[in-house]
């Protein structure tokens, strides 16, 4: 069973904590047990950092930073360790696997960059005789609540920038997905961070309830789901603390007549399919307009049949295992709901459901529309829609029409539609000609509308916004 970290002793959790099995998604077996902490657990936690904060909070910002530089040295040193063991506990390619560790390092990059972003402003004489300055300060204890799909970038979005900043720290990694957060909190201690400034506590939603409620903590960054996002939102508001919740998404890939298809084909299957589509970034319908339709649908059948489905740890292998046998029958569930509702099925994955492991191949339904269930509801997994459109108005108004806004990209060859599109699509990450629309660790990460509750987005100068508090000062001598 794996441990908690309270200040320097992993402990495991009271007695009578159930546990939970990890899994290797890609051959279905336990590969561990992870504790279903409560609040007491949490309470510790909770007090650990809170212990640390009366001297992390005042340490000299350039020793912060320079811990913070040997993190990053020693993230790179274990840089192989921490792929393979996102692509044993999450399943993806050992490719992807690398790819989500560096973009989850350039937040520490970032993040070392902490006296020039944690500079406040001063106004000299702004009255006569008068000056005022803005100084930042630490908020105080900081949770993060992040989801299965990303275990090491996720919780490097969150603490890295909240430590640096002066906070101390609670992760609360995925019941789904442990190992990753687990990892980098040895190595966090490896790299001579002080106790209790980085603590651990797992579990799922009675860990997640007993941190909204601990008026020990006084900010909660959250990735997952919509609905829990929301429930997060609206409870760790209602206790005067400061939210980011980021939530689930259904993203549109809208593609002009004129896009060209070497790029957009390969685009699509990358975004639709990569990470096996459990991405908040992934690509769930495509919205092709006018002719299209014509140029895209044989190309896209023709590679989605061809793509590799296997074990994330071969080489050659492009599609990996779902998360878990139920959310891959979940998945599944949406071809038969898609074909009952008109939709037809131009690739079936479902064959690769008969392997060991939760596997589920790429998976096309056509001529698919916003009213359907696989139109509408988020999947995350590799089932591409695609949908008709006769006009860009028209692709962006079904875009539109769904009450999540996470990511939009399109394909075009113009610059008048690319900048249409930019213009009115509600998305608060918006690409084009790239299926993925991600921003970097300096700029700011987030959805619209129901994709996301709060105001400051993660990582940029958002994070360290959110991890900070402002006081002015005015001065009369
Ligand atoms: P999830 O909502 O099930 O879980 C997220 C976290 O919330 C986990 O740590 C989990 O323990 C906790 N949790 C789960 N149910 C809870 C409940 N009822 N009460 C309190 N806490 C609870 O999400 P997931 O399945 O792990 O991740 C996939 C979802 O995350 C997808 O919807 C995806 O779009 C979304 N996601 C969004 C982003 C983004 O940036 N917007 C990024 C990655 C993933």
């Not at 191949?361 to 591409?384: K, S, W, Y």
């Not at 990582?459 to 000062?473: A, L, M, P, Q």
Request: with cysteine; aromatic share 8%.
């Amino acid at each position: 069973m794996i441990r908690n970290l309270i200040g320097s002793d992993w402990q495991m959790p009271a007695d009578g904590a159930v546990s939970l099995p990890v899994f290797n998604p890609a051959t279905g077996e336990v590969i561990e047990q992870v504790p279903l902490s409560g609040a007491q657990e949490v309470d510790a936690a909770v007090k650990a950092a809170s212990g640390a904060f009366a001297s992390w909070s005042r340490t000299a910002v350039m020793e912060r930073v320079r811990l913070m530089f040997r993190y990053k040295a020693v993230l790179e040193e274990h840089f192989e360790e921490l792929a393979s063991i996102v692509t044993r506990h999450h399943g993806k390619t050992l490719d992807e696997s690398r790819g989500e560790v560096r973009r989850g390092i350039e937040v520490v990059d970032f993040a070392c960059g902490a006296p020039t972003l944690l500079q406040g402003r001063t106004l000299r004489d702004v009255s006569g005789g008068v000056d005022q300055d803005l100084y930042r300060y630490p908020v105080g204890v900081c949770a993060g609540i992040p989801p299965f799909n990303f275990p090491v970038m996720i919780p490097l979005w969150m603490f890295p920038l909240a430590v640096v900043a002066g906070n101390t720290f609670v992760l609360k990694p995925s019941e789904r997905t442990p190992l990753g957060g687990q990892r980098l909190a040895e190595l966090f201690l490896e790299a001579g961070f002080p106790a209790g400034v980085l603590n651990v506590v797992h579990g799922a939603a009675g860990a997640v309830d007993a941190l909204l409620e601990n008026p020990g903590v006084s900010a909660i960054s959250f990735v997952g789901s919509a609905p829990v996002a929301k429930h997060v939102y609206t409870e760790a508001a209602a206790r005067g603390k400061r939210v980011q919740a980021l939530g689930g998404a259904k993203n549109h890939i809208v593609v002009m007549p004129d896009a060209d298809p070497e790029i957009t084909v390969p685009a699509i299957l990358n975004s639709a399919f990569g990470n096996a589509g459990e991405r908040c970034l992934s690509g769930s319908v495509a919205v092709a307009v006018g002719k299209a339709a014509d140029i895209l649908l044989d190309p896209l059948r023709d590679a989605a049949s061809k793509m590799v489905v296997g074990p994330g740890d071969q080489p050659g292998v492009q599609v990996g295992p779902l998360i878990r046998a139920e959310h891959r029958d979940r998945v599944a569930s949406y071809v038969e709901k898609g074909t009952a509702e008109g939709a037809q099925l131009v690739v079936d994955g479902r064959g690769e459901m008969s392997r060991q492991g939760f596997f589920l191949g790429p998976t096309i339904l056509d001529r698919v529309t916003p009213q359907m269930a696989v139109g509408r509801e988020e999947i995350f997994g590799p089932v591409l829609s695609v949908a008709r459109a006769a006009t860009l108005e028209d692709a962006i108004a079904q875009a539109n029409a769904s009450s999540l806004g996470n990511m939009a990209t399109i394909f075009t060859q113009s610059g008048r539609a690319g900048r249409e599109f930019r213009e009115r699509v509600e998305a608060g990450m918006t690409g084009i000609n790239v299926p993925i629309a991600q921003p970097f660790a300096f700029f700011p990460f987030s959805g619209w509308k129901g994709s996301f509750f709060g105001d400051l987005h993660v990582h940029g100068t958002d994070g360290i916004e959110f991890y900070t508090r402002k006081k002015v000062v005015v001065t009369r001598w």
